[in-house]
T-cell receptor, first 115, second 111 residues
Framework: GAGVSQSPSNKVTEKGKDVELRCDPI?????LYWYRQSLGQGLEFLIY????????KSGLPSDRFSAERTGGSVSTLTIQRTQQEDSAVYLC?????????????FGPGTRLTVT | ELKVEQNPLFLSMQEGKNYTIYCNYS?????LYWYRQDPGKSLESLFV?????AVKQEGRLMASLDTKARLSTLHITAAVHDLSATYFC???????????FGTGTRLQVTL
């Protein structure tokens, strides 16, 4: 079956611009996660959705970052007024979110470069 | 705050040799995951370890979990070049929430 998909695969933007990153989870997966991978910080959690609600936003690094999920499916991560330190690979993952299956399946990522 | 440490950070080994990657974590958890990442690629799930004493094997890789010691190991047997990648362990807090990742171990298997 189809895995987690993300778009765009690469995004180059100028400092100060806003960007939107999209994630399509595996069909039927109620839990969705955003992570960021950068050379200096490794793999960091950003936000977790269960359905359309976000019970854990603790990893969002600043109020320039926001995310939403609609219809219990697609999620969008928005970064406003991008800074060079936002350059990273943004990974989305999804899981069934049940006691028997918390395993997270990752998408291919979006490589964001802020110039 | 949950901390996850892996060692070594970098491992160069010859084909045919055995080695072990270690993953220590700082708070109670009974779910640990191992992922593989090839350069420029995403994370591929290798093992899910769900209880104390769990052991799983796939090909030349074997993972185990000791929740009392807060330690997981990934053992490589008779390494081959195709195993060259970065390996991450990750721990969750038990409520379908975030994964906390280790620093990763970059494995290079030389011919």
């Amino acid at each position: 079956g189809a895995g987690v998909s993300q778009s765009p695969s690469n995004k180059v933007t100028e400092k100060g611009k806003d960007v939107e990153l999209r994630c399509d989870p595996i069909s039927g997966h109620t839990a969705l996660y955003w992570y960021r991978q950068s050379l200096g910080q490794g793999l960091e959690f950003l936000i977790y959705f269960q359905g359309n609600s976000a019970p854990d936003k603790s990893g969002l690094p600043s109020d320039r970052f926001s995310a939403e999920r609609t219809g219990g499916s697609v999620s969008t991560l928005t970064i406003q007024r991008t800074q060079q330190e936002d350059s990273a690979v943004y990974l989305c993952a999804s899981s069934l979110g049940t006691r028997l299956s918390y395993e997270q399946y990752f998408g291919p990522g979006t490589r964001l470069t802020v110039t | 705050e949950l901390k996850v440490e892996q060692n070594p950070l970098f491992l160069s080994m010859q084909e045919g040799k055995n080695y072990t990657i270690y993953c220590n974590y700082s708070t109670t958890s009974d779910r640990l995951y191992w992922y593989r990442q090839d350069p420029g690629k995403s994370l591929e799930s290798l093992f899910v370890l769900l209880s104390n004493g769990a052991v799983k094997q796939e090909g030349r890789l074997m993972a185990s979990l000791d929740t009392k010691a807060r330690l997981s190991t990934l053992h490589i047997t008779a390494a081959v070049h195709d195993l060259s990648a970065t390996y991450f362990c990750a721990v969750d807090t038990g409520t379908a929430s975030k994964l906390t990742f280790g620093t990763g171990t970059r494995l290079q298997v030389t011919l």
